[in-house]
């Protein structure tokens, strides 16, 4: 519903957001113009001695007024018709004839209507309130997608597109919900839906009396010229006339003879409600305020562009499914749960591969789920989730739906999800025990995919066939992705000595056909490299050991017996070229800062510690645990981290060998072994990265969680506030 609200709020109202958001912008230029066009209204002046100096000059005086502006005017009339100057607050000296910006004139139209009037302004006003909208529906949706409210300060995750809407939605929003909520508000008054009420005293004639010497008035000289709105003079010709003084605090009327105040009202709460809602909006009180305003209100066309290309990708990831039975005539009923798209990839394999079985395949939305999907005989759900534990865009009607459905069917969850997540694959493991408690037959038992890990979908799909009595074979290729090519300019090989080599290897952008030379992309320390193997579509994802500052590509690869790609990067020479693109991994990277990091890995994993090392010129306190098998055969940057110690950049190196004669140990073991001093860096709020092997991940889990427990914390805590990240394969 939320997204629903989110998404139309924003599509309807997006060229009129245009419009009034880049008016917007304008007009918070105008209050720092207006202050270096005239003299700041400060206190030390009374209201008495600006108004004796002004009368001066004049024969008569209509008003004097604080304007909107920062100017303060006089409205005076010396025979040849009303006029208005500008005034010195301080000595009440003309600074020449007063005339608005005629620009700003235009500018503020269009902002409050459009040019249009009536019409136009009840038109700004829905604005307002769609920006309302989309304002508090976008923060609720930020932070369930990064797990929760306490969360809502941890990067953003996803294409450039969502972290660029995420990051300048966070930074805005203060100022965008302020804009939005007040422009409401004054809507509202103006339209007579929100009582706006006038302090009004009540009418006192005058005393008659001859006319004092302005300055002399008590009721004026105890007011200070820096709480004036404005001060009207008594009409020539009535004896009774008063001066009617206007400031924050209300309205009185002052006898011009004995200087006596007559008669006062006082502002009301709902007034001042009114008056604070205009100064918040415009930015009247501070230029520098307006300023600051306007830079968030400035983010409202790039949120509206980042927004839009979120929608269309959303729009345009699902698949259209060739040879999609319809659902009354299917044996097999595909529902899918998507939030941006990728599940609809996976769903598209899956059922071709069906098809090609001979079975009959429907496909569509979990939202979609009814009566009419209960006849086949089976269903299949595969779903991605949202956040920490909610459900993904097409999935959100699902659960109520299914809980009016008593129909048993032979059932499978596949869950697609990230397991850096404190709720990894929550909501599919919701769908799972949902269905359990419904009693209905399972076809397989609840699965769930890493990072849109083709292998583990692959193994599903040998599992699904065997369910089926057939030889299933889900061979997902994502679509394939611009690639860049790479060409190898170094290796070092480890590991060989203890049957387990591994290469470090390091390339280049290769030079163009044209003879230019290649350009890098853009690339940080932990981001995956995909790489194409000769004749297979199917990328395989390493870490990166550098970034694009250190002007290579560097992974480290594991010789795995039969693996196609490490078998092609393992046999390449100097001079070979690869297919390769970047794909960036924001959810492991260390935390901006100066609090200590603890860097944990095994084998190959050690690749993206040694980036966040090399990266490290602030020199915070760095701490890497890392294991291998021998430290004669396979210790991996030995002497580039006894380097980076002297440089310090890295504070500490614990190393663990599982084949050292007599000192065996993994790194869990040293871990262990230090865990006083680890909970004194956990104590300082330090951040935790694991890379490697998924064992080794599960015993490090296990012990961390073990370490932490003394402290009050445990891992799941330590993962919901961003401190504990994986990089596990």
């Avoid at 339209?191 to 009004?200: H, L, N, Y």
């Avoid at 590509?553 to 393992?570: A, D, K």
């Avoid at 104590?683 to 991940?697: K, N, T, W």
Wanted: a positive charge.
């Amino acid at each position: 519903m939320l997204r629903r609200v989110h998404a139309f709020a924003g599509l309807a109202l997006a060229l009129m957001l245009l419009v009034v958001a880049t008016t917007g912008v304008l007009l918070s230029v105008e209050p720092a113009m207006n202050r270096l066009a005239w003299p700041a209204v400060a206190p030390g002046t009374s209201v008495a001695a600006l108004a004796d100096a002004v009368a001066a000059r004049h024969q008569r005086v209509d008003s004097i007024r604080v304007r909107g502006d920062g100017a303060v005017t006089a409205t005076f009339n010396d025979g040849a018709g009303k006029m208005v100057e500008a005034v010195d607050p301080r000595s009440g000296a003309s600074l020449g004839a007063y005339e608005s910006s005629a620009f700003f004139r235009f500018v503020v139209d269009l902002h409050r209507s459009l040019l249009m009037g009536d019409g136009g302004r009840i038109a700004v006003a829905l604005a307002a309130l769609g920006m309302l909208a989309l304002g508090l529906t976008g923060t609720m949706m930020l932070a369930r997608s990064l797990g929760g409210v306490s969360a809502i300060l941890k990067p953003v995750r996803g294409d450039a597109a969502r972290r660029w809407h995420g990051e300048l939605g966070r930074l805005a929003l203060v100022g965008l919900l302020l804009s939005s909520l007040t422009a409401a508000y004054l809507a509202a008054t103006t339209f007579g839906i929100a009582p706006m009420p006038e302090p009004t005293p009540p009418a006192v004639a005058a005393s008659g009396g001859p006319a004092a010497p302005i300055r002399s008035l008590a009721g004026l000289a105890g007011t200070d010229v820096s709480d004036l709105k404005q001060l009207t003079f008594p009409a020539r010709k009535d004896p009774a006339g008063s001066f009617r003084l206007r400031t924050s605090e209300g309205e009185a009327l002052v006898d011009p003879s004995t200087g006596a105040t007559l008669a006062f009202a006082r502002t009301s709460t709902i007034e001042r409600i009114g008056e604070w809602a205009y100064v918040l909006h415009t930015g009247r009180a501070s230029w520098a305020f307006a300023l600051a305003l306007g830079l968030t209100t400035a983010a409202a066309p790039a949120l509206g562009a980042t927004g839009f290309l979120i929608w269309l990708k959303r729009r345009s990831a699902r698949p259209r499914l060739p040879a999609n039975i319809p659902a009354r005539s299917a044996d097999t009923i595909l529902l899918v749960g998507s939030e941006g798209g990728s599940t609809w990839g996976f769903a598209r394999t899956l059922h071709a591969a069906l098809t090609a079985q001979g079975h009959r395949v429907h496909a569509a939305e979990m939202n979609a789920v009814g009566p009419e999907h209960l006849d086949a005989e089976r269903l299949l759900i595969l779903t991605a989730t949202y956040g920490d534990g909610g459900a993904p865009a097409s999935a959100g009607l699902f659960l109520d739906r299914l809980a009016k459905l008593d129909r048993p069917i032979a059932t499978a969850v596949l869950g697609f999800g990230d397991r850096s997540f404190p709720s990894f694959c929550g909501y599919a493991r919701a769908v799972a025990e949902a269905i359990e408690a419904k009693g209905w037959p399972r076809l397989l038992a609840f699965k769930r995919i890493d990072r849109r890990s083709a292998q583990e979908f692959s193994q599903w799909g040998h599992d699904l066939g065997a369910a089926l009595g057939r030889d299933l074979e889900l061979k997902h290729v994502a679509e394939r992705p611009k690639t860049t090519a790479l060409a190898l300019i170094g290796r070092e090989m480890y590991g060989e000595a203890v049957g387990a080599p591994v290469a470090i290897l390091r390339f280049e952008a290769a030079a163009e056909a044209s003879g230019r030379p290649g350009q890098l992309p853009r690339f940080e320390a932990g981001d995956l490299l995909g790489v194409l193997p000769p004749g297979d579509d199917m990328p395989r994802l390493y870490s990166l050991a550098s970034s694009t500052r250190d002007g290579v590509v560097e992974i480290c690869v594991r010789l795995r017996e039969g693996g196609l790609c490490s078998t092609f990067l393992h046999g390449l020479g100097v001079g070979d070229r690869i297919e390769a693109f970047v794909r960036d991994n924001p959810s492991f990277r260390p935390a901006a800062g100066r609090t200590p990091l603890i860097l944990i890995g095994a084998g190959a994993g050690v690749g993206p510690l040694a980036g966040f090392v090399r990266a490290n010129d602030a020199e915070r306190p760095v701490h890497l645990y890392w294991g291998g098998r021998s430290p004669s055969s396979d210790f991996l940057y030995q002497h580039e981290f006894a380097e980076q110690i002297a440089r310090r950049r890295l504070t500490t190196l614990r190393t663990a060998f599982s084949r050292e004669p007599g000192e065996a140990a993994y790194v869990q073991d040293r871990l262990a072994a230090d865990a006083h001093r680890l909970r004194d860096l956990v104590r300082q709020e330090a951040q935790i990265l694991v890379c490697g092997g998924r064992d080794m991940a599960h015993a490090v889990a296990r012990t961390v969680d073990r370490l932490v427990g003394p402290l009050g914390l445990d891992l799941a805590t330590l993962r919901s506030q961003g401190r504990y990240l994986e990089d596990v394969y």
